[in-house]
Every structure is written in C-alpha cells, then in structure tokens.
C-alpha cells in the first residue's frame, strides 16, 4: 500500500496551493482518509478528515473557511485544497488513510509547503 502526497512548494502568504495524495495497492473506497501536518519543532497535526463517500468532512478550527478536503473514490486520490495561505501553515503535508480498525495505518511520505511573509 502506498500513498503519494504531492502539490507542495513555496506560496507567499494569501496564495493558494492543492495537495494531492495518490493510493495504489489498496483501494480506499469505504474508508475514511486525513490530512496531518507538521511544523518545525512541533508534533503532528490533525488538519482534515473526509468520510469515504466525501460527504463528511471535518476541519481543524485553524483552517476552518480556507481549506477544502475532497475525495475522487475513481481515481483512488484525495485533495486538499488551501487558500488564504499564512506563514503559521508552513509544514510538511502528510496524507493518511484508514484501515478497517479505524486507525490512521496508512501514511504517504509528506510533501512540504512553505507560506513566506
């Protein structure tokens, strides 16, 4: 099972960036999937999260209104994408899907945004 995060790069504050995040050996159709988030010296992060039907999704208060979590159950890719971009958002992106427990048990390798002042 592999998960591609991609879409990373350097934004100046206000701008807009999409992630995507590729799966390939495991369909994720009828679980849910997540996008975390670490900064500099700080612990991983909950960013947003997507029901497997894209119909439910929930987002951490401080990206509430400028960030969009969104699924394509074909293509086997999830989305995030960021607008409004601030310097506090600058991280590394990790992409996460669930397992049949529940459980985060899938993770990409991260792809690094950077929001400059």
């Known amino acids: 099972v592999q998960l591609q995060a991609s879409g990373g790069g350097l934004v100046q504050a206000g701008g807009s960036l999409r992630l995507s995040c590729a799966a390939s050996g495991r369909t994720f159709r009828g679980y849910g999937m997540a996008w975390f988030r670490q900064a500099p010296a700080k612990e991983r992060e909950f960013v947003a999260r997507?029901?497997?039907?894209?119909?439910?999704?929930n987002y951490a208060d401080s990206v509430k209104g400028r960030f969009t979590i969104s699924r394509d159950n074909a293509k086997n890719t999830m989305y995030l994408q960021m607008n409004s971009l601030k310097p506090d958002d600058t991280a590394i992106y990790y992409c996460a899907g669930q397992s049949s427990s529940g459980s985060y048990a899938y993770w990409g390798q991260g792809t690094q945004v950077t929001v400059s002042s």
């Open positions: 997507i029901s497997w039907t894209g119909s439910s999704s």
